[in-house]
C-alpha cells in the first residue's frame, strides 16, 4: 500500500549566506537571481500575507508590490539582518499599506472585552475545536496581532526577530502576543459556547 | 521585604507569561529558557498555558506540512526546536494524548487499507474483464472525507480520470485512467491534499 508522503523535492536547500549572495545579484539587476528569490518566497509570503490580512484576493497585488519594493531596494540591504526577516518586513509593511486602502483599521492593542477566564487545555475537544475554529478565531485578531502569531507558530522566528520584523519595540510583540492569546481564547470559547 | 518578594514574583509569572510563546517555539536564549523552566516547574497556571500554547503551535506545524513548507522554508531555529525541544513537565499528559491520537490515526488508516484490499477481492473480475481490452489502469483512491463532489469533480477533471466505482463503506473509489497517463496521474493525486491513499489496482494481480 502506497501511503501520501510529504514531497521530499520540495525542499529549498538555499542556506542563509546563499540567500544574501542572491540577494546581492538582485541588487546588480541580475533578473534571474530575481527570479529564483521569487520562487524561493512565493509560498512563504502567500502564506503570511493570508495569514496577516485575511483577504485572498489581496494577496497577490501585495506579494508582487512586495517583490516590486525587494527588486528596487535590494541594494539598501546591509547584511545586518537575514534576507527572510527583511523580506518580510517588506511584506509586512506592503500588508499594512494595502489594509490602509482597503479600510481596514491597523491596530487593536486593548483585550476589547476579551478577558475571559481561559479553558483549560487537558481537555480532548479542546485540540478539536482549536483546529475547527483556529481560522476563525484568527480572524478576530488584529493584523498586527495575526502576524505576531503567524511569525511565531508558523514561521519560527524569535521575539526579537518579529520584531525587527514589524519595527517595533520587543516589547510590544510580547504585549501583541499577550493580547492575541486571550483573543483566540475568548474566540473560541464563545464558540465552544454557540455549540 | 515580603512585600518585596511577592511583587517580584509575580512579575516573574508575567514575564514567564509573556515569554512562553517563544519558549514554545524554542527561540529563546539560553538564560531567558532556564529562568522560564525554573519558573514552569512550579507555576501550574504557565504549565495549563504551555500546554494550550503547545497545541497551538502543533496545528500550525500541521499546516505548514499541509502547505508543503519544508523546514528550509521555515525558520531553521523552529524546525530544531520542534524536533528536539525541552518541552514542560506539564505536557507529559498532553503527548500522552496525542500519543493515543496518532494510534487511533493509524487504526483509521488500517481500516482503510482493508477496505481497499476487500475492494480489490470484490472487484477482481471486472479488472481482468478490462484490463487487457487496453481501456486504462484502474486506481484505489481514498479521499479525505472533507472533500467536496465539486473538489473531487476537479480533481477527476485535471487528472483526466473517471471515477467507475465505489465508494465503499469506508469511502473507496475505483478511478479508470489512460494507461500512458497512469504515473502521471497517480502522481497528481499522491500531490492532492484531498487524497489520502492512492493504490494501483492491477498492482496486486500482478506483482
Given at each position: 500500500m502506497r501511503k501520501k508522503q510529504a514531497d521530499p523535492a520540495g525542499e529549498n536547500g538555499v542556506s542563509i549566506d546563499g540567500e544574501a549572495v542572491l540577494l546581492d545579484r538582485v541588487a546588480a539587476e541580475e533578473k534571474d537571481a530575481f527570479e529564483a528569490l521569487y520562487r524561493l518566497y512565493r509560498p512563504r509570503l502567500q502564506r503570511f500575507l493570508s495569514g496577516v490580512i485575511k483577504q485572498p484576493a489581496s494577496v497577490g497585488e501585495i506579494l508582487d508590490d512586495t517583490m516590486m519594493v525587494v527588486w528596487r531596494k535590494a541594494y539598501t540591504f546591509n547584511h545586518r539582518s537575514k534576507v527572510s526577516t527583511w523580506i518580510f518586513a517588506i511584506a509586512y509593511r506592503q500588508s499594512l499599506k494595502a489594509l490602509r486602502r482597503l479600510g481596514e483599521p491597523e491596530v487593536f492593542e486593548t483585550s476589547e472585552g476579551s478577558d475571559v477566564s481561559m479553558p483549560g487545555p487537558d481537555d480532548a475537544l479542546q485540540h478539536q475545536e482549536l483546529r475547527k475554529h483556529l481560522d476563525d478565531a484568527l480572524g478576530t485578531l488584529s493584523p498586527e496581532q495575526r502576524a505576531v502569531i503567524e511569525l511565531t507558530y508558523y514561521f519560527g522566528y524569535a521575539c526579537s526577530e518579529i520584531a525587527a520584523i514589524m519595527a517595533c519595540p520587543v516589547d510590544t510583540v510580547k504585549t501583541r502576543m499577550f493580547y492575541a492569546r486571550r483573543k483566540l481564547k475568548a474566540s473560541l470559547a464563545s464558540r465552544r459556547e454557540a455549540i | 521585604m515580603n512585600g518585596r518578594i511577592i511583587k517580584f514574583e509575580g512579575s516573574v509569572h508575567a514575564e514567564a507569561d509573556r515569554l512562553l510563546p517563544w519558549y514554545i517555539n524554542g527561540t529563546l536564549e539560553e538564560d531567558e529558557r532556564v529562568q522560564l523552566e525554573q519558573h514552569l516547574a512550579e507555576c501550574a497556571q504557565c504549565q495549563r498555558e504551555a500546554a494550550w500554547l503547545r497545541m497551538l503551535q502543533e496545528d500550525f506545524a500541521e499546516q505548514a506540512q499541509q502547505d508543503d513548507a519544508s523546514p528550509q522554508r521555515r525558520h531553521p531555529r523552529h524546525h530544531a526546536a520542534t524536533r528536539s525541544g525541552a518541552r514542560p513537565a506539564g505536557l507529559t499528559r498532553k503527548r500522552r494524548e496525542r500519543w493515543l491520537a496518532w494510534l487511533a490515526a493509524m487504526q483509521a488508516v488500517a481500516i482503510l487499507a482493508l477496505g481497499v484490499i476487500m475492494f480489490r477481492a470484490q472487484h477482481a473480475p471486472y479488472r481482468t474483464l478490462s484490463a487487457p481490452g487496453g481501456k486504462g489502469a484502474l486506481l484505489v483512491v481514498a479521499f479525505d472525507?472533507?472533500?467536496?463532489e465539486a473538489q473531487m469533480r476537479e480533481l477527476m477533471r485535471s487528472d483526466d480520470a473517471r471515477i467507475v466505482g465505489g465508494p465503499t463503506e469506508s469511502g473507496v473509489y475505483i478511478l479508470r485512467v489512460a494507461d500512458e497517463r497512469e504515473a502521471a496521474t497517480r502522481k497528481a493525486l499522491l500531490a492532492s491534499p484531498q487524497v489520502r491513499l492512492v493504490e494501483e489496482l492491477g498492482s496486486g494481480a500482478n506483482p
Open positions: - | 472525507p472533507r472533500t467536496t
